[in-house]
């Protein structure tokens, strides 16, 4: 049974921090490539970052330069350092699970809400 748990979401002012987690199970957590999307209402879900299972990274433009990704594969937990934080970045943040270029056994978490607002 494969189970992506997001926490660590809530409402901050702009310009403040938040930092997300992903709780894995279920899967062999150090093979896995793992990332963070969301999707803001009316909008389509987007990339927000990416770490493979060997430690390199993807950010999106709108992100790259405020939010870090890591991961602890003896905690099978990922997490998404997120500062600077603009209103735009309000959105339901999801985390995935893949194995790098695989097209099947993609997984996905139930989202945790961000509200930037002041």
């Known amino acids: 049974q494969v189970q992506l748990v997001e926490s660590g979401g809530g409402l901050v002012q702009p310009g403040g921090s938040l930092r997300l987690s992903c709780a894995a199970s279920?899967?062999?957590?150090?093979?896995?490539?793992m990332g963070w999307y969301r999707q803001a209402p009316g909008k389509q879900r987007e990339l927000v970052a990416t770490?493979?299972?060997?430690?390199?990274?993807t950010y999106g433009e709108s992100v790259k330069d405020r939010f870090t990704i890591s991961r602890d594969n003896a905690k099978t937990t990922m997490y998404l350092q997120m500062n600077s934080l603009k209103p735009d970045d309000t959105a339901v943040y999801y985390c995935?699970?893949?194995?790098?270029?695989?097209?099947?056994?993609?997984?996905w978490g139930q989202g945790t809400q961000v509200t930037v607002s002041s």
């Open positions: 995935k699970a893949n194995l790098g270029g695989a097209a099947v056994g993609v997984y």
């Open positions: 770490i493979n299972a060997g430690g390199a990274t």
């Open positions: 279920g899967i062999i957590f150090r093979l896995y490539t």
